[in-house]
């Protein structure tokens, strides 16, 4: 029996999320479902960071346990039965004892928003053309990292131990026609980034100031945040593990 680690990245767009869902299209259903058809038998993919519908990813992890030799060689074929919008990138044979979920060090996700309409990024970019000051958004971005418990910025009925989160990344970055989010944390919460966006965009439009800002954070209250921003914005750029883990 080995243990393989599948890398996939994914346009979220048509799809209810990552993780599999009872009557619901998903990342791990058509990826269990397309090695079913290659393999000829069922495979249970663990994943190891959930994103909600609409959010996309140009790297994400499964593992999975399996009596058949799953290798880059069969890439070409699976990704033949994938949809288009899904792609598995690196098949990889690790320790038995790796976990794609438990063993990530960290998540690397960007949001980006636009101010001027473009049809070409309209389904990977938030619309916001509202009028932003863009250095406030940066003020607000580098206090993020002073603090670790973000009860404020997880949506409700969440089945989490903590609310703690170390940010090892927090700024925005003009990117061509963008403005782009960074942040890169050893977890995040769900629904965190969106959360966290929302909030600032209110910042640099002078709805809230910095100790407002502050003040949502230390609240540890969702409802004090605003996570009226779409998941088609939402990209999680890397999944980063300990090279042991990947040996």
């Not at 074929?77 to 690790?94: F, G, Y």
């Not at 309409?117 to 970019?125: E, G, L, T, V």
Request: with cysteine; hydrophobic share 40%; charged share 25%.
């Amino acid at each position: 029996m080995g243990r393989y680690f599948i890398e996939v990245a994914y346009n979220g767009k048509n799809y209810a999320g990552f993780q599999i869902q009872d009557n619901a299209h998903t990342i791990q259903s058509e990826v269990e479902k397309a090695l079913e058809i290659f393999f000829k038998q069922k495979f249970n993919l663990t994943g190891s960071s959930r994103t909600d519908a609409g959010v996309h990813a140009l790297q994400n992890f499964f593992h999975v346990d399996s009596d058949i030799e799953i290798n880059n060689r069969k890439i070409y074929n699976i990704n033949a039965i994938l949809p288009s919008d899904i792609v598995i990138k690196n098949i990889t044979q690790v320790a038995a004892e790796a976990h794609c979920r438990f063993d990530a060090v960290y998540r690397y996700y960007k949001y980006h928003i636009y101010q001027f309409k473009n049809p070409f990024i309209d389904d990977r970019a938030f619309y916001f053309p509202f009028t932003l000051d863009f250095e406030l958004l940066k003020q607000a971005a580098s206090i993020i990292p002073q603090y670790s418990d973000f009860t404020s910025f997880s949506k409700r009925n969440t089945q989490v131990k903590t609310f703690n989160c170390q940010i090892l990344k927090s700024e925005w970055l003009k990117e061509g026609d963008c403005w782009a989010y960074h942040v890169k944390a050893n977890r995040f919460l769900r629904g965190m980034v969106r959360g966290l966006v929302g909030t600032m965009l209110q910042v640099g439009r002078g709805k809230l100031n910095f100790e407002d800002f502050k003040a949502v954070i230390e609240a540890k209250d969702c409802s004090k945040a605003d996570f009226a921003v779409p998941g088609h914005g939402l990209f999680l750029i890397e999944v980063g593990f300990q090279n042991s883990k990947m040996d």
